[in-house]
């Protein structure tokens, strides 16, 4: 008789709600090992008991063909004394007091499922919630660890006997999927009235027709309420676009797959890859001109955000309505996204006509994120639902659990713990009450899920940030304020697992400095421990403080001002704004409510501005945006900034001459150059005088 072994065998990373457990049911039993597996707070954990040889092909197993959806960051394995068990089996989870397991992100419908939503036979054919182990909600619908359906919003959905079957048969592809459900005993769809009443007919096709009729449609989705109208329609996108408060800011729009991507948008293999990616992100694209998307959509925008279904309820909506549809935030203006049922019909009151919900709750408010493929490469612009909460591994261990608040626009928080760096979801503008209500509980629900209690505290070391109030506010703990832009050249190296140092270019609008003005074109030799500032953009007034962010002219004035005090008076942008020109003017000339900074965005602003581009931003970064869509990609000239040093040989930053390229920029305005030649000849400039200053190569 052969000798028997058993081994008790640890698995940590993602691996609960990924199907792990099944899978290794499945591992074992072929094998003829007896033993167990089950769930708890550290992740998944198993014995295997059997013959040497059967062990380890189970443990070489484990790694190589675990489910599609787990994550594995290490198996540890220990001997134990056999004790002749012969048949294997699922133990029940177990909770406890740590908690250290990580939770899956949010899934797109996999194919097998959508197999079987087309299936006329199959009992699940056209059910809006159809998912499995492979697919489907995780972190929106998670309320606390271990992941189990009780502890999920699926918890009021009492399984059908078909179900459960399926659930607690270890060969079957829905085996412990907590979402599990079906038309019996599963959420279901409901189509109401701006009121609130319920419309007639099936939801879906009663939906699919009201987008079809032009009406604006709220449709509940994974992390939030979308507001829903039909793309190709001028009169319905230009009424959702009045009926949000929102002016120029791109909608996203949703085509039913690759093909109809390659209709509206230039897309390569590897925007094709991001779009057809589990994790199903908006991704930016250059349109194709004459595609039928309606002028409103993206107003005076090459470039489109593209992203296909990625729940079945979506698939559907797409396959009735048969023809791509804005899907934007269901929100006013700047709000966070709608998520809450109870909110929904109040929020959107008077922007949607119809609403399309469902009775599963949704436990998170999470946006769309947004990438765009660069060099083939995915580069994420708003990482959320689809990523989050997927921790980054970070090279070098927290000594201490960490929470770091973020700053003011477009927040995150992020929760560290060992070599984990659990970065929150998209939370928005800590503007209103609603945001920050939303960055204090997600905190809270980070906290528990991942069992991290900060012992340090990093904020932003602007003062008037509600990211920082919230740090100082906090007792027990010590308190680390970083700066803005080392913060952002820091990420940038964990992303990189890179520990630095290197030379930190952070080109951004605001960011509070050292020295209590205001930096945003920086040049940072930084590790991720600390940094010198080595060069930055030349400090010049903001004339109006927080106004010359949204009045770009402001910043025209002022860079005019700075860059020939004598002839800036006969330009366009000074008589657009001649009532009030000669008081800005002043205002900068005296530092009298007129910061200094060093920003990039301001110099973009006002560029953007001596040419005509805009005045007046209706959000953030418009400007910029609008100069960038102008510049003609075929020009090589480029402008050239002076590098100076301040004061020779003491070791001050190097200061680069900002209103070089603004002299520029009106010289050759002022000689009829092609507009689009000179917003080239700008980037262009920008581009150069990074590299000049990186490598050293000071003209002259
Ligand atoms: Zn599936
Ligand atoms: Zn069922």
């Known amino acids: 008789m052969s000798q028997r072994i058993r081994t008790a065998v640890r698995v940590e990373g993602i691996v609960q709600g990924v199907g792990f457990r099944p899978f290794v049911y499945g591992l074992a039993t072929r094998l003829g090992l007896g033993g167990l597996v089950g769930n708890d707070v550290d992740g998944v954990f198993a014995e295997v008991e059997g013959s040497p040889a059967a062990v380890d092909a189970f443990l070489a197993s484990l790694a190589a063909d675990a489910p599609p959806l787990a994550r594995i960051d290490r198996i540890t394995t220990a001997a134990m004394p056999p004790d002749g068990t012969a048949a294997f089996s699922i133990a029940p989870s177990q909770p406890g007091p740590q908690r250290r397991t990580l939770v899956s992100a949010d899934t797109a419908t996999c194919a097998d499922c959508l197999a079987e939503l087309a299936d006329p036979d199959d009992r699940r054919h056209g059910y809006a919630f159809i998912n499995c182990t492979n697919c489907g909600p995780r972190f929106t619908i998670v309320r606390d660890v271990p992941y189990d359906r009780p502890l999920t919003t699926m918890a009021g959905f009492a399984m059908c006997e078909a179900c459960a079957a399926e659930y607690h048969d270890p060969s079957d592809r829905r085996f412990h999927a907590q979402p599990v459900c079906c038309p019996a005993c599963g959420p279901r769809l409901a189509l109401t009235d701006a009121a609130g009443t319920p419309l007639p007919g099936e939801p879906l096709a009663a939906a699919a027709r009201l987008l079809r009729e032009g009406q604006v449609l709220a449709v509940k989705g994974l992390g939030g309420y979308h507001l829903a109208v039909d793309a190709s329609s001028e009169p319905a996108t230009a009424a959702l676009r009045a009926r949000k408060h929102r002016e120029d800011k791109p909608f996203a729009v949703m085509v039913p797959g690759v093909a109809a991507a390659r209709r509206l948008c230039q897309v390569d293999v590897a925007a094709a890859g991001l779009l057809a990616s589990s994790r199903r992100p908006i991704v930016l694209l250059a349109r194709r001109p004459g595609s039928g998307v309606a002028a409103p959509v993206a107003p005076g925008n090459r470039q489109l955000g593209l992203m296909l279904p990625y729940t079945p309820l979506h698939h559907l909506l797409l396959s009735e309505v048969a023809r791509p549809i804005v899907l934007t935030s269901g929100n006013v203006s ?38 765009r493929a660069f060099r083939g490469r995915e580069m994420v612009l708003r990482r959320s639902r689809g990523y989050v909460p997927e921790p980054l591994r970070v090279r070098a261990r927290f000594a201490r659990p960490v929470l770091a608040c973020g700053a003011e626009l477009k927040n995150t928080f992020c929760l560290a713990k060992d070599n984990h760096a659990f970065v929150s979801h998209h939370i928005g503008d800590l503007e209103n009450a609603e945001t920050l209500r939303s960055f204090t509980e997600g905190i809270e629900h980070f906290r528990r899920l991942f069992d991290i209690t900060p012992e340090v505290v990093a904020h932003d070391l602007h003062p008037e940030y509600l990211s920082t109030k919230y740090a100082l506010e906090l007792d027990g703990v010590q308190l680390a304020g970083v700066q803005h832009h080392h913060a952002h050249i820091a990420s940038c190296l964990a992303d990189n697992q890179a520990d630095g140092p290197v030379i930190g270019v952070a080109f951004d609008g605001t960011g509070y400095g050292t020295d209590g003005t205001i930096w945003g074109g920086e040049f940072l030799i930084a590790g991720t421990g600390g940094f010198e500032r080595a060069a930055h953009l030349a400090p010049v007034p903001m004339p109006g403080g927080a106004a010359a962010i949204r009045q770009p002219w402001r910043m025209a004035a002022a860079y005019l001002d700075a860059a020939d005090p004598a002839g800036c008076g006969d ?40 040419m005509g581009v805009r005045d007046a931003i209706n959000y953030e970064g418009q400007a910029a945006v609008e100069l960038e869509q102008l510049a003609d990609p075929a020009e090589p000239g480029a402008y050239r900034a002076a590098i100076t040093e301040p004061d020779a040989g003491g070791g001050q930053p190097l200061h680069i001459a900002g209103t070089d390229l603004v002299r520029a920029v009106a010289e050759d305005l002022t000689t009829g150059t092609d507009r689009s030649v000179i917003a080239a000849r700008f980037h262009n400039g920008v581009a150069q005088l990074i590299t000049d200053c990186c490598c050293g190569s000071v003209p002259a």
């Open 334 to 371: 700047d709000e966070p996204i709608v998520y809450a049922d109870g909110e929904a019909g109040e929020r959107l009151h008077g922007i949607a006509d119809a609403f399309l919900t469902h009775d599963r709750p949704i436990e998170t408010r999470t946006d769309d994120s947004v990438v």
């Open 571 to 610: 330009l366009d942008v000074a008589r657009r704004n001649q009532r009030l020109w000669p008081a800005v003017v002043s205002m900068a000339r005296r530092g009298v409510n007129a910061p200094l900074t060093s920003s990039a965005g301001r110099l973009f602003d006002a560029v953007a501005a001596i």
